[in-house]
């Protein structure tokens, strides 16, 4: 009768398991969605006073920490790092409120 050795036992564990997974058909795995209540609240505090303005709030402890007229201005007063965990957001004018925002709205 052979003997089989633990360690044998083990190599083909891991590679059944290697093999296994190889063979699995690929998993999507998607970001969720960031959590914006909190930067929305602050906005809409103080959103008369940011009319008309591209604004970056914090989404956690939430502070204003850019705004511009436009969104390029935005990305260039703002450093990418600064940004990374924001909502990004157009406060409308009294004049396009009740229009999406869209292509023409950074000229």
């Not at 296994?20 to 999507?28: E, H, R």
């Amino acid at each position: 009768m052979k003997t089989i050795k633990v360690a044998d036992i083990l190599r083909a564990t891991e590679a059944l398991v290697w093999l296994v997974s190889s063979l699995a058909p690929p998993q999507v795995v998607a970001p969720s969605p960031a959590d914006t209540r909190e930067a929305m609240a602050w906005i809409e505090a103080h959103y008369e006073t940011l009319r008309g303005q591209w604004v970056a709030v914090r989404l956690r402890d939430p502070a204003l920490l850019a705004q511009a007229p436009t969104l390029t201005q935005l990305w260039q007063v703002a450093a990418p790092a600064t940004l990374q965990d924001c909502l990004i957001y157009y406060v409308s004018t009294v004049t396009n409120e009740q229009q999406v925002p869209g292509l023409g709205w950074d000229a």
